[in-house]
């Protein structure tokens, strides 16, 4: 019962430094989507998918690049990290648009 | 645009009381649905219920119950007899099938139930 599996857990980087958070699903779910949660936010989105090698813009998608090459996979991107970026983010999937979102744990991140 | 206001930002009760997490939202379309989620103090997000605008029954499910109202556009949450483990920050959110996001989240409600 793996559902949405976010790896790294936690990271740290410094400011200039890229990386890339995964995201998988093992739900054949057509919809993925990865937000930013910072304190007294909620939940932001950052960019969704709606299919294999589909991917559109959310609420706050400046600074991060995003890529679905496989139906099961979201990477999230970090070109240059900033301290700004400093948020707990957060992968979900659904097999209908918004409805009923299975999420991750969260991966926690710190940019210094 | 849509939009969820979760005017509490923090409540704390004393065991057993009950307690109420407000929810507001805004949306012209007219077919939308409405979400809780619970996020313990460990972090993940947990569904608890949806319900869509068509649907305006109550519901309760042990001591949860949520009161839909499209005429006051509200979607409140109550805690009967609270526990300290409903401890948590609790998200409402909406979804709507037009705009650019699929799912909407108000910024949260952290309540603190104190033995």
């Known amino acids: 019962n793996a559902g949405v599996t976010q790896t790294p857990k936690f990271r740290v980087l410094k400011t200039g430094q890229s990386m890339t958070l995964l995201c998988a699903q093992d739900?054949?779910?057509?919809?993925m989507y990865w937000y930013r949660q910072d304190p007294g936010m909620g939940l932001r989105l950052i960019h969704y998918s709606v299919g294999e090698g589909t991917t559109a813009k959310g609420e706050v998608p400046d600074g991060y690049n995003v890529s679905r090459l496989k139906k099961q996979n979201f990477l999230l991107g970090l070109e240059s990290a900033a301290p700004s970026q400093t948020s707990v983010y957060f992968c979900?999937?659904?097999?209908?648009?918004?409805?009923?979102?299975?999420f991750g744990d969260g991966t926690r991140l710190s940019i210094l | 645009a849509q939009k969820v206001t979760q005017a509490q930002t923090e409540i704390s009760v004393v065991e057993k009381e009950d307690v109420t997490l407000d929810c507001v939202y805004e949306?012209?379309?007219?077919?939308?649905?409405l979400f809780w989620y619970k996020q313990p103090p460990s972090g993940e997000l947990v569904f608890l219920i949806r319900?869509?605008?068509?649907?305006?029954q109550n519901e309760i499910s042990g001591r949860y119950s949520w009161n839909f109202q499209k005429s006051t556009s509200s979607f409140n949450f109550t805690i009967t007899a609270s526990q300290v483990v409903d401890s948590a920050v609790y998200f409402c959110a909406l979804s709507v099938d037009s705009g650019n996001t699929p799912l909407v989240f108000g910024k949260g409600t952290r309540l603190s139930v104190i033995a």
């Open positions: 979900a999937s659904s097999f209908l648009r918004g409805l009923d979102q299975h």
């Open positions: 319900r869509n605008s068509f649907d305006e």
């Open positions: 739900m054949n779910h057509e919809y």
């Open positions: 949306t012209r379309d007219t077919t939308y649905y």
